[in-house]
């Protein structure tokens, strides 16, 4: 099981494109399965084992896109 605290955690130490990896590995290493952002709201998903499910917003911020 993980945690929203935990992501944040992992994705504070990534400052440039060069620590991604490490990132990937660290939220693998703590349950995470799949991410997903919705880009219309900005919302993170976590998914891990056992149906688990974790979702809040990030910090992006952005006006709604019109097609």
């Known amino acids: 099981m993980f ?6 955690t992992a994705h ?3 400052k440039s494109g060069a ?3 490490k990132y990937v590995r ?3 290493s703590i349950g995470v399965k799949s991410h997903e952002v919705v880009l219309i709201d900005g ?7 056992d149906e688990q499910v974790v979702q809040f917003k990030g910090g992006i911020e952005n006006e ?3 097609f």
């Open 3 to 8: 945690t929203k605290e935990q992501i944040e």
């Open 12 to 14: 504070s130490k990534v």
């Open 19 to 21: 620590d991604f990896p």
């Open 26 to 28: 660290e939220i693998k």
């Open 43 to 49: 919302t993170w998903i976590f998914k891990g084992a």
């Open 64 to 66: 709604p896109i019109s």
